[in-house]
C-alpha cells in the first residue's frame, strides 16, 4: 500500500475556468463612498477656495500615512478635525472614506454628518448619514433626509434612486432597509429606477421572488434596460439557470452588441458547464471588441480548456500585448500550452517571464520539471538551491521541491539527505517535519517517523494530517489499531469533510473486522473525490462483502480514469490474480 501522503493534482484548464472566467464579484458589507459626479450640477456646492497651506498639507499626509500604516482610527480623526476647521466639504468626504475603509461606525456616523453639514444637498452624504442614523434607531429621520434628498433632484432623481441601496449598504438590518427602499420610491413609481431599487432592496433582504417582481415592473417601464435584463439573470441563476440563460439571450437577440449580457451569459454557461456554447458567446463578444482585455482572458481560456491551443495562444499573446495586469497569470497559462504542445524551451522561456507574486514558485517548480524531462536534474536542483539559498517565507518550499525531484526520480537516499540537512538548520519546520517523517515511513524508518510526526503534533495541535499520517502508517502494518482509529478521528475532527483523511478512518475500521463501518466511510470519502486509492480501498471491502461484481466494477472505473495507478493495479492483482 501507499503511503499516508496524498498529492493533490494541479488544477485542470475547466477549474482554472471556474475560478478565473466566473468573476461574477460580490457586494459587501459596507459599501464604499460613491463617486460624487452623480451630483445634480446645479446642487453641487460652491467649494471654499481654500489655500493649500503647509500645516493643512502636513496634516492629510499625516493622515494618509496613518491609514496606510494600519492606523485608520487616527487617521480618520485627523480628518474629522481638518473638515471642522477648513469648512471644506471635499476634506469631510476623505474623512467619511476613511472611516467606511476601516469599519468604524462610531467615527462614520461623525465624519457622515460633518460632511452633510457642510454640503447639505450631496445624496452621497445623505445616504452615508441616513445609514449612521439607523445604527442609532433614528428611522424617522432617516426616512426625512432622505425624501429630502430625493426631491431636490429634479431630472437626475433616476440616478438618486439607483444609489439608494449602495448608500446605504452599511446598515446591518437589510429587513429595515427595504422597508425604507419601499417607502422612499412610493412617489416615484411611473420611472423604472424605483422599481429596480425595490428590487435591489428585496434581494438583500432574501426575497428572491419580490425581487423578480419588481425587476419585471422596472421592465415593463423600459423593456430594453440591459442592467435589469442582466441583474434578472444574475438573480434567477442559482434556481434557474435555464430561465436566465434564456431571458439573456432574448436581449442579445435584439442588441447583438451588448457587451455586458453576452459576458453574463458566458459566465452563467461556463458555471453550468457548457463550455462550447460559453466560447461562443466569448468569442462572438471579441467580434465586437477585438481589444477588450476581460473578453480575450476569458475567451483564451475557454478555448484552452477545449484544446485549442493555438487560439489560446493567439488570445493569450494578445492581452500580453494589450498590457494585462496580471501579466504572470499568462504567463503560467502560455508556458501549460508550450508544454502541451511538445515545446519545452518555449515553456521555459514562459515560466521564467513570470516575476513574482502568487504565480512565482509554480513557475519555478515547472521549470525545475522541464529540466528534469530535458535529462537536466542537476540543473534543475541548481536552479531550486539558488532560489532556497535567497531565504526568506519560500526558502522551505525550494527545499521540498528539489526533494520531491529526487524522490520521483529514485535517488532517495539524496532526497533524505536534502531533507535532513534542512531540518538540521529548521528543526521545527512543520513542513520539513511532515516531509521528512513521510520519507522515513517510505524506507521503514517508523520510529523516526512516529517521532517526528508527533513533535509535529505538539508543535501544531491543529495539524489534521499529522494525525492521519500516523494513524494511517499504524493501520497499514496492523500495529496498534485502537491507537491507530483513535489518531484518525483526531485528524478527522479538525478537518471533517477531508475525503482522505476519511479514507483513512475506512481503511483502519477495515483491518479492525467493522465491514459495513468501513464501507460507509469509504463510500462517503469516494462521493467527496474519486481518487483512485480510494476506490481500491473500497473495492477491496467491498470483494470481502461478497459484493465481487460491484468490486470489479468500480476498480475497472478507476483504472480507466487513472491507467498505471500502482495501488489500484496491486490491489487488482491480489483479488484478481
Known sequence: MSSPRRVMKRLRPAALILALALGMGATGAWAQVPDGADEPAALRPEYPAQEL??????QMMLAEISGARGYGRQATQSYIDLARRTRDPRIARRAAEMAVIGRQAELLTEAAQVWLDLEPTSVQAQQLAAGAVLDDKRARDVQEQLAKALARQGDRIGTALLALNRGLAQISDKAQIRRLVEALTEPYLKLPEAHFARANAAFVAGDQDGALAALEEALKLNPDWEQAVV??????????????QQTLAAYLERHPEARDPRLVLGRLLVADRQFPQARQQFERALSYA??????????????????????????????????YADADTVHIYLGQIAEASKRPADALAEYRDVKGGEQFFPAQERIAQLLVNMGRLPEARQHLQALAARGGVEQVRYVLAEASLLRDNQQQAEAVAVL???????????????????????????????????????????HAHAYNALGYSLAERGLRLEEAEGLIRQGL????????????????????????????????????????????????????LERKDEARQLWQQALKANPGHEVLQDVIRKFKP
Not at 497651506?53 to 502636513?58: E, K, P
Not at 441583474?231 to 436566465?244: E, I, S
Open 53 to 58: 497651506t503647509g500645516q493643512i498639507l502636513y
Open 231 to 244: 441583474l434578472k439573470a444574475q438573480m434567477l441563476q442559482p434556481t434557474r439557470p435555464a430561465l436566465a
Open 290 to 323: 477585438p481589444e477588450d482585455r476581460e473578453i480575450l482572458h476569458a475567451a483564451g481560456l475557454l478555448a484552452m480548456q477545449q484544446g485549442d491551443l493555438k487560439l489560446a495562444e493567439a488570445h493569450l499573446r494578445k492581452l500580453l500585448q494589450l498590457g
Open 420 to 462: 535532513e540537512r534542512a531540518l538540521a538548520d529548521a528543526p521545527e519546520s512543520p513542513e520539513l517535519l511532515y516531509e521528512s517523517a513521510l520519507m522515513a515511513e517510505r524506507e521503514g524508518r517508523l520510529e523516526v517517523m512516529e517521532g517526528r510526526l508527533r513533535k509535529l503534533i505538539a508543535l501544531k495541535p491543529e
Open 493 to 544: 475532527e479538525l478537518a471533517p469533510k477531508d475525503p482522505f483523511i476519511m479514507d483513512s478512518l475506512g481503511w483502519v475500521q477495515y483491518r479492525r473486522g467493522d465491514l459495513n463501518g468501513a464501507l460507509a466511510s469509504l463510500q462517503a470519502a469516494y462521493t467527496l473525490r474519486a481518487d483512485p486509492e480510494i476506490a481500491a480501498h473500497l473495492g477491496e471491502v467491498l470483494w470481502k
